[in-house]
């Protein structure tokens, strides 16, 4: 009487789930890798310009607190735009008070900091 063996041997047809989930992961880390590269701009470079023009931000309203006359933080080549809250003028004014127009800057229709128009503070 032949043998037979309980399960015939046979080669896996398609991949198994653990190589299904590996392949997905990889994909999906290289589409996050690419969308994060490609999105709007590099994000050092947009952080390096927010944090000098921070920089430059409260170093006028310092001089303008010290020398007791108005100061104004003028923008050079950039593509960011300042929205005054009061006022009309294209650039930040500080005051001998500390006090500012206030407003918002922006970068492609993105906030990149709001300066309070009270006490001249920089928030996001």
Not at 14 to 21: D, K, N, S
């Amino acid at each position: 009487m032949p043998t037979s063996k309980p399960f015939p041997s046979q080669k896996p047809n398609g991949f198994t789930l653990i190589e299904m989930l590996v392949v997905l992961s990889i994909l999906s880390l290289a589409a996050v890798l690419f969308i994060g590269s490609t999105s709007g701009g590099n994000g050092i470079e947009t952080r390096t310009v927010t944090q000098n023009l921070k920089q430059k931000i409260v170093q006028t309203r310092q001089r303008a607190v010290d020398r007791s006359i108005a100061q104004a933080v003028e923008l050079e080549g950039a593509d960011i735009k300042f929205t005054p809250v009061i006022g009309a003028s294209e650039n930040l004014i500080f005051y001998a008070d500390g006090s500012s127009n206030g407003g918002v800057y922006k970068s492609q229709k993105r906030t990149i900091m709001t300066v309070r128009w009270l006490d001249g503070a920089v928030t996001k």
